[in-house]
């Protein structure tokens, strides 16, 4: 059952809500889903999927770009709407046609809803059907409700009643919306959609039913492998299948046939392959995919067909013309080589590729169907939209002050605990020394704690740099569990006054499990204010490998519920890496975590923060 | 040397060339003068003057814009409120509740209360800019042009958010753009209405403590790298507003019952009708 449905504004201005789903939502799935999803570059990601406490929702969304308008459906996790997709589409399209910007209220607007959503359920319901139509036609309507009963929990009564049939339903209906409030309200809008959709079933089955029923025993024959491509396929493929069917029917399947029929199927091309994997999975996920490819598909269709006659017989002259006043609509099939471009270049310069495509993805997003101003060209379109994505993402979520904090800590009589982490040999012991010497500049008293316990030499280097700094060191030597060396430590701090622990750890890498466990425990057991990720900007593909498993390492074998992640960045060697600062990106684009300081050379003083504009700059360079 | 004579001799040729086009011109400018002792000089000077006086005035124009500037922006942490008390003052009422902003909301009217006055009233620019921390560079748009800035509060969930607020609050007064112009800043805690909410001076007291301590370790920072424009207050004393150099007020309001007086009054004075 759909929760809700909001439209609104870019701005923040809700334009209407549906009213008869009224159902109150738990938390706030909308602020959570623009907070963490649509204003981190996450938004070209198909849902989102929202918990809190007694409640689990999955976020739909669209954009219409021109407009500034968001249209989010939220629905319970555990149902799987088909429609929702479709139904967001319609809403959008419905209701651009009567937006208008001075205007607050469209109360009207709920009606036309209802009839959308009817049609919606109707199609859903329609294409679920079809699948069914193999058993006999009467049998049909009845799965249909049966099925309808399953989203409709406990409301099997009205489903029997609704069978009965006509005059009565609707007063019925009407009775028991009055009682039970809103969840009948959407029942008695279910019960037409259905009707109709039996009916269209009877209608179709004549046509249909041939294709359908062949369908079906090639399904049966083959344990259900290749299903289903009849439905997507126009009429060039149903002779072919006709045949292959009937052969199937009357060779009873021998082996050797059974790969001629395979054949064409797979000379059709990708459409098949995009849907043979769908098709193997639920069937109501299966009609899902078939909806959206089939839409899309003849959309892009459309715009290829147009956009490239237009291309070629107008020239130069018209896309001049275009230049000055200004195109249209900008269409996915117009932004594909500029994005294309950028995501190869943000790729040169060491973004990861997953990222890169993500991000790509976003930019599409938040620019489709937008109006291309005048004298601006795609590009220099495309390329503005990404500086902004770019700034947005490197600006910091959180207070990157720690001298800040670090005075809170002063104050409450604790010492401040950071404790680097991160894959062997990337320096967090020489960059450990260097937020040491930082921080003695700014009249804070430090403690270093070695809690490598694994490398050979580790304590010693440590002893090294602590003794040229001249501060206190911790040490409790080889062997010793980690977790327990830190945990004296801040203790030993606590006693002798230290203002910062800076906690070293052993290197590991990301897929060693009973490393990553006593970091786990190491980070537990003494709760640090801070816990550093240290990480080279060398690393390319890596960088999101690394942090994502560190993160994800971390809250697994946590055995808080509330599991410490990964605050912040540190990211070394970046005076070896020229212009190709791409993992810097990559870093704070999986995490989440601001990189608080950046290691630039090889003395002490070699500390900044990062310029999140010269990152920027370099980036599109 | 035979390159230098070469060279004059071209030149020499040029010159016979441009010969007739110069005699053309001395006979158009004849022609000109002659035109022009025809016209009565009392029509000359008319036209003079008009064109001296349009230009001063167009670039009066820019001028008295420039300085006089009606732009207000609204500003605060996300879930403070700023969409809600932007809409209200627009429209008088925040229509059917705002979600989390993603674009900065701007409008130039007169504000809903005064809208039944009669006489001119100037009408307001007012920004409302998002508040969620990514979206911060926004800010700096708008600011160069800013009459006014409200900075928005929460004034029930205060106290967990106090040391953001108090942040945010120092980077924007430590603005260039802000101390310079001194654009007066009007601190307003909203969601007064709810029975849990804080008092504004309990709330300007706090900030004006967490202010003091980011005083100190904003200036040991601004040596490393985050530059801050300015610093804020007097060293030696403990900080309150009164040391700024823009004038900073508190104001209660209430954005969802309508209850902006204060804000609304804040925006007249920098704003005149």
């Known amino acids: 059952m759909l929760e809700q449905l909001l439209i609104f504004t870019r701005g923040g201005l809700i334009l209407w809500t549906c009213k008869e789903l009224g159902n109150a939502l738990k938390g706030s799935p909308i602020d959570t889903l623009i907070r963490s999803c649509l204003l981190e570059e996450r938004s070209g990601a198909a849902s989102y999927n929202y918990d809190a406490p007694g409640a689990s929702y999955t976020l739909k969304w669209t954009f219409h770009n021109e407009l500034g308008l968001v249209f989010v459906a939220v629905y319970q996790r555990i149902l799987h709407l088909l429609y929702v997709d479709d139904l967001l589409a319609l809403v959008r399209r419905e209701f651009s046609e009567i937006y208008d910007p001075k205007r607050t209220v469209y109360n009207d607007f709920d009606e036309t809803f209802r009839q959308l959503r009817m049609e919606a359920e109707a199609r859903a319901e329609e294409l679920k059907k079809s699948k069914q139509m193999v058993k006999p036609v009467n049998n049909s309507k009845k799965q249909g409700q049966a099925q309808k009963a399953g989203f409709d929990k406990g409301n099997k009564k009205r489903e029997g009643s609704s069978a009965g049939g006509g005059g009565d339903e609707n007063d019925e209906g009407k009775g028991r919306k009055l009682e039970n409030g809103h969840s009948n309200g959407n029942i008695f809008e279910i019960d037409e959609p259905r009707m109709t959709a039996a009916v269209n079933g009877k209608e179709n089955t004549s046509s249909n039913f041939s294709a359908f029923d062949v369908s079906k025993l090639q399904k049966r024959t083959k344990g259900g492998k290749k299903t289903d491509t009849v439905v997507n396929k126009g009429s060039k493929v149903d002779p072919k299948k006709k045949v292959t069917k009937k052969n199937r029917v009357w060779d009873d399947a021998p082996p050797e046939t059974k790969l001629d029929f395979t054949d064409p199927v797979d000379g059709n091309g990708n459409e098949n392959i995009e849907v043979v994997p769908a098709s193997q999975g639920e069937s109501m996920m299966d009609v899902e995919e078939i909806i959206s490819s089939d839409s899309e598909g003849e959309e892009d269709d459309n715009v290829q067909k147009d956009s490239k006659p237009e291309a070629t017989k107008k020239g130069w002259f018209s896309s001049m013309f275009q230049s000055i006043a200004g195109k249209a609509n900008l269409e996915k099939g117009d932004l594909e080589p500029a994005l294309k471009a950028l995501k190869d270049r943000l790729m040169t310069k060491n973004v990861a590729e997953e990222i890169a495509e993500k991000l790509c993805e976003s930019v599409a997003a938040s620019l489709e169907g937008k109006k291309l101003a005048s004298f601006t060209r795609v590009s220099s379109t495309v390329q503005a939209a990404m500086e902004e994505a770019l700034v947005r993402i490197l600006t910091p979520r959180r207070s990157i002050d720690i001298l800040r904090d670090v005075h809170a800590a002063k104050e409450q009589r604790k010492p401040y605990v950071v404790v680097f982490v991160g894959v062997n040999g990337v320096g967090k012991s020489t960059n450990l020394a260097k937020v040491a010497y930082w921080l003695l500049q700014h009249n804070v008293s430090v403690m270093m704690a070695a809690c490598d316990t694994f490398r050979s030499g580790a304590v010693e280097q440590l002893r090294t740099h602590a003794r040229r700094l001249q501060i206190p060191i911790f040490e409790k030597g080889y062997e010793k569990d980690p977790a327990i060396v830190a945990k004296e430590a801040i203790q030993e701090a606590t006693r002798n006054g230290s203002d910062v622990v800076l906690v070293d750890t052993a290197g590991r890498m990301q897929d060693n499990e009973p490393l990553m466990r006593a970091l786990s425990k190491l980070i537990y057991l003494n709760n640090p204010d801070l816990v550093l990720f240290v990480g080279e900007a060398l690393v390319g593909n890596d960088a999101v490998d690394q942090l994502s498993k560190f993160n994800q390492k971390l809250a697994d074998l946590s055995t808080s519920s509330t599991p410490r992640l990964i605050d912040g960045i540190l990211l070394t060697k970046f005076d070896t890496i020229d212009d190709k600062v791409g993992a810097a990106l990559s870093m704070v684009y999986i995490s989440g975590a601001p990189v608080m300081f950046v290691g630039c050379g090889q003395s002490y003083t070699d500390l900044k923060k990062l310029n999140v504009k010269s990152i920027v700059k370099t980036l599109l360079k | ?273």
């Not at chain 2, 007064?192 to 301590?213: C, P």
Request: charged share 25%; glycine share 6%.
């Open chain 2, 1 to 273: 040397m035979e390159g230098m004579e070469q060279w004059k001799d071209q030149l020499e040729q040029l010159k016979i060339q441009l010969e007739p086009w110069k005699i053309q011109l001395e006979q158009w400018l004849h022609q000109a003068i002659e035109y022009l002792d025809q016209i009565p000089p009392i029509q000359l000077y008319a036209a003079i003057a008009v064109l001296f006086i349009s230009t001063l005035l167009l670039f009066s124009i820019r001028l008295f814009k420039r300085t006089k500037s009606n732009t207000i922006v609204l500003t605060g942490l996300s879930g403070s409120g700023k969409t809600v008390l932007f809409y209200v003052l627009r429209d008088g009422s925040s229509h059917q509740g705002t979600v989390t902003s993603m674009e900065p909301n701007e409008g130039t009217f007169v504000l809903n209360s005064e809208s039944n006055k009669k006489g001119k009233i100037k009408s307001v620019h007012l920004v409302d800019v998002p508040g969620h921390s990514r979206l911060r560079p926004k800010l700096d748009e708008f600011l160069p042009q800013a009459a006014g800035i409200v900075f928005v509060v929460d004034a029930v969930e205060f106290l967990p958010s106090c040391p953001s607020v108090s942040e945010y609050l120092y980077d924007i007064l430590t603005k260039a753009s802000v101390v310079k112009k001194k654009i007066p800043v009007l601190i307003c805690c909203n969601k007064s209405d709810k029975v849990t909410a804080h008092t504004k001076e309990f709330i300007r007291k706090q900030i004006e403590k967490e202010i003091e301590k980011l005083r100190a370790s904003r200036s040991a920072i601004s040596a490393a790298d985050i530059s801050n424009d300015f610093t804020l207050g007097v060293s030696g004393e403990v900080f309150s507003f009164t040391q700024c150099r823009n004038a900073v007020t508190v104001a209660d309001a209430s954005g969802l019952k309508g209850e902006v007086a204060q804000v609304e009054q804040f925006i007249r004075e920098h704003v005149k009708p």
